[in-house]
């Protein structure tokens, strides 16, 4: 931990909130500050204040002003033109034109089309090479998913940015590094949290519950597995369900003045894969996957990342301490699997091996609700929505569901964008 701490002090010049939650688990920390280092800092296809202005671009569209401003700084010590940050119409021409792609893939990436590549990469003087693009790509799915991260684990500025704090160190020993950026400043508050209090007889239930659904699910795997048909039926019907879990939250989330002038189209936003009236149709994995076909090609064009982001996905899939709440020895691969699955469902991205039924067993709505919310309007996401799943899971457990999110999100994103630009290099 401590060794992570310092190499990220060194490179950063700061020991951002990010990493203090993040630590929670050192494995994917480090696999994410070195591929986070790669992407902004070594060499490249595009000039660093490029990348730090589209991590700009990328953190506006869900209006995360944290990142905004982080990035804003790293911008200007890179020698980035100010006048910039005036507004996305001052940038070149060159990044204006990047602005549909980020609007695409943050709110509906399977829009994305060989057309929105070709019209990158033909527009004459403003033309992207591919390798920018694929630069462009990952960076842009770097920050929508870093995003979400900010805003499910409820992460506040740091004491010397506008809008930062400090806090003071409470006397109770159940206290986490979550809550530094959630803003707990004293006892009482860590009291009346639900992960920091006595464990009430439902919550515990609510675990028990939990357990015995997956060891019931391995049962029926063990003995009998559905058809083609019957699993294809289930992945339709869960796709069509998750239409129906939406915010419970009704307040709209309005983009101040500072954080929407870096992007356009205002208005647009998250909208269902399989709403009324309109069919996308399903994105099917053994006929374009990361693994046989997206890493080949970032690794090709950007020498080294496609390794680092296949490396920071498998330790977010794979990573377990085989223990769930106050129970250990226990196998969470059925688990974590769902998430992964139920978020790349919303995406219309389908595994012909998965049995989508399990999903409805494994995450109740509570849970969902937070899942659509972080991945798909994190902006939206609030303190309640965090507290009311899992209620008796620790707050290293959350984050390792909120690691989970953004990865599973990334690489929904990547997998649309890379398929496009695979179809206009074919």
């Given at each position: 931990m401590?060794?992570?701490?310092?190499?990220?002090?060194?490179t950063l010049?700061?020991?951002?909130?990010?990493?203090?939650?993040?630590?929670?688990?050192?494995?994917?920390?480090?696999?994410?500050?070195?591929?986070?280092h790669?992407?902004?800092?070594?060499?490249?296809?595009?000039?660093?204040?490029?990348?730090?202005?589209?991590?700009?671009?990328?953190?506006?569209?869900?209006?995360?002003?944290?990142?905004?401003?982080?990035?804003?700084n790293?911008?200007?010590?890179?020698?980035?033109?100010?006048?910039?940050?005036n507004?996305?119409?001052?940038?070149?021409?060159?990044?204006?034109?990047?602005?549909?792609?980020?609007?695409?893939?943050?709110?509906?990436?399977w829009?994305?089309?060989?057309?929105?590549?070709?019209?990158?990469?033909?527009?004459?003087?403003n033309?992207?090479?591919?390798?920018?693009l694929i630069h462009?790509?990952v960076?842009?799915?770097?920050y929508?998913?870093?995003?979400?991260?900010?805003?499910?684990?409820g992460?506040?500025?740091?004491?010397?940015?506008?809008?930062?704090?400090?806090?003071?160190p409470?006397?109770?020993?159940?206290y986490?590094?979550?809550d530094?950026t959630?803003?707990?400043?004293?006892v009482?508050?860590?009291h009346?949290?639900?992960?920091?209090?006595?464990?009430s007889?439902?919550?515990?239930?609510?675990?028990?519950?939990l357990?015995?659904?997956?060891?019931?699910?391995?049962?029926c795997?063990?003995?009998?597995?559905?058809?083609?048909?019957?699993?294809?039926?289930?992945?339709e019907?869960?796709?069509?369900?998750?239409?129906?879990?939406?915010?419970?939250?009704?307040?709209?989330?309005?983009?101040?003045r500072?954080?929407?002038?870096?992007?356009?189209?205002?208005?647009?936003?998250?909208?269902?894969?399989?709403?009324?009236?309109?069919?996308?149709?399903?994105f099917?994995?053994?006929?374009?996957?990361?693994?046989?076909?997206?890493?080949?090609?970032v690794?090709?064009?950007?020498?080294?990342?496609?390794?680092l982001?296949?490396?920071?996905f498998?330790?977010?899939?794979n990573?377990?301490?085989?223990?769930?709440?106050?129970h250990?020895?226990?196998?969470?691969?059925?688990?974590?699997r769902?998430?992964?699955?139920?978020?790349?469902?919303m995406?219309g991205?389908?595994?012909?091996?998965?049995d989508?039924?399990?999903?409805n067993?494994l995450?109740?709505?509570?849970?969902?609700?937070?899942?659509?919310?972080?991945?798909?309007?994190?902006?939206?996401?609030?303190?309640?929505?965090?507290?009311?799943?899992?209620?008796?899971?620790?707050?290293?457990e959350?984050v390792?569901?909120?690691?989970?999110?953004?990865?599973?999100?990334?690489q929904?994103?990547?997998?649309?964008?890379?398929?496009?630009?695979?179809?206009y290099m074919?």
């Amino acid at each position: 931990m401590h060794t992570l701490f310092a190499e990220s002090f060194a490179t950063l010049g700061r020991l951002d909130n990010v990493t203090l939650v993040m630590v929670f688990h050192p494995q994917y920390l480090e696999s994410f500050l070195k591929t986070q280092h790669y992407l902004l800092q070594m060499d490249g296809p595009l000039p660093l204040h490029y990348r730090h202005y589209i991590g700009i671009m990328a953190a506006a569209r869900h209006q995360c002003s944290y990142l905004v401003n982080l990035h804003v700084n790293d911008f200007l010590h890179v020698g980035g033109d100010p006048k910039w940050l005036n507004g996305l119409e001052n940038a070149p021409q060159k990044l204006q034109n990047l602005g549909e792609l980020n609007k695409m893939l943050a709110h509906r990436p399977w829009l994305i089309t060989k057309e929105h590549i070709e019209q990158l990469l033909k527009t004459e003087e403003n033309s992207w090479s591919l390798a920018e693009l694929i630069h462009a790509v990952v960076l842009l799915t770097h920050y929508h998913s870093l995003a979400s991260f900010t805003f499910g684990c409820g992460i506040s500025p740091e004491i010397d940015c506008e809008g930062g704090h400090t806090f003071r160190p409470p006397s109770v020993s159940n206290y986490c590094i979550c809550d530094i950026t959630n803003g707990y400043h004293g006892v009482d508050e860590i009291h009346a949290s639900p992960a920091g209090s006595i464990p009430s007889t439902e919550s515990v239930c609510e675990v028990e519950a939990l357990m015995e659904k997956m060891k019931q699910l391995q049962e029926c795997r063990d003995e009998e597995e559905a058809s083609q048909e019957e699993m294809a039926t289930r992945f339709e019907r869960e796709k069509r369900e998750s239409m129906f879990v939406c915010s419970s939250e009704d307040e709209e989330s309005a983009a101040t003045r500072d954080v929407s002038r870096h992007f356009e189209d205002t208005s647009y936003g998250y909208k269902d894969f399989s709403r009324h009236g309109m069919h996308v149709p399903t994105f099917r994995v053994q006929d374009y996957s990361w693994e046989d076909h997206g890493y080949s090609l970032v690794n090709r064009l950007y020498p080294d990342v496609g390794q680092l982001l296949d490396e920071k996905f498998h330790i977010a899939y794979n990573l377990t301490y085989n223990t769930m709440a106050m129970h250990k020895d226990v196998d969470t691969s059925m688990l974590r699997r769902a998430i992964w699955n139920y978020i790349h469902c919303m995406f219309g991205i389908r595994y012909d091996d998965y049995d989508y039924g399990e999903i409805n067993q494994l995450l109740d709505r509570s849970f969902k609700v937070y899942i659509k919310t972080v991945v798909c309007t994190p902006e939206k996401t609030t303190k309640r929505m965090y507290d009311s799943f899992w209620r008796q899971f620790e707050h290293s457990e959350k984050v390792h569901v909120n690691l989970l999110l953004v990865e599973a999100r990334m690489q929904a994103e990547l997998l649309y964008a890379l398929r496009a630009i695979t179809r206009y290099m074919t």
